[in-house]
């Protein structure tokens, strides 16, 4: 599976911003999906993630519940992750990742969960 992920820039705090991650697979709606971030200095987190069949299927950091939506459209072999009320602690590079799901409700939450990773994309929030 290969993945590019774009939608990333410059916002100001409290702004809005829209992450898309492409998939080359067309069995897109076999694999559980994920978003990851790493801030400068600091190691790679969990942020989001949504099962196969997207839905209400989805399981949040803590950081960023509340603030961020994940979703899926299997038709076009993309996954977003809606992000609202920008801080500047959530600058970062964001990574989307893919995992073959066994099952329908499928959410893993750690890094070493997922078997393919897009290239990242930068967000920066500014204060």
């Known amino acids: 599976v290969q993945l590019q992920a774009s939608g990333g820039g410059l916002v100001q705090a409290g702004g809005s911003l829209r992450l898309s991650c492409s998939a080359s697979?067309?069995?897109?709606?076999?694999?559980?999906m994920g978003w990851f971030r790493q801030a400068p200095g600091k190691e790679r987190e969990f942020a989001a993630s949504?099962?196969?069949?997207?839905?209400?299927?989805?399981f949040y950091a803590d950081a960023v519940k509340g603030r961020f939506t994940v979703s899926r459209d299997n038709a076009k072999n993309t996954v977003y992750l809606q992000m609202n009320s920008l801080k500047p602690e959530d600058t970062a590079i964001y990574y989307c990742?893919?995992?073959?799901?066994?099952?329908?409700?499928?959410?893993?939450?750690?890094?070493?969960?997922?078997?393919?990773w897009g290239q990242g994309t930068l967000v920066t929030v500014s204060s």
């Open positions: 697979k067309r069995a897109f709606n076999q694999y559980a």
């Open positions: 990742a893919a995992q073959y799901a066994r099952t329908p409700f499928y959410t893993p939450s750690l890094a070493q969960d997922y078997g393919y």
């Open positions: 949504i099962s196969r069949s997207g839905g209400g299927n989805t």
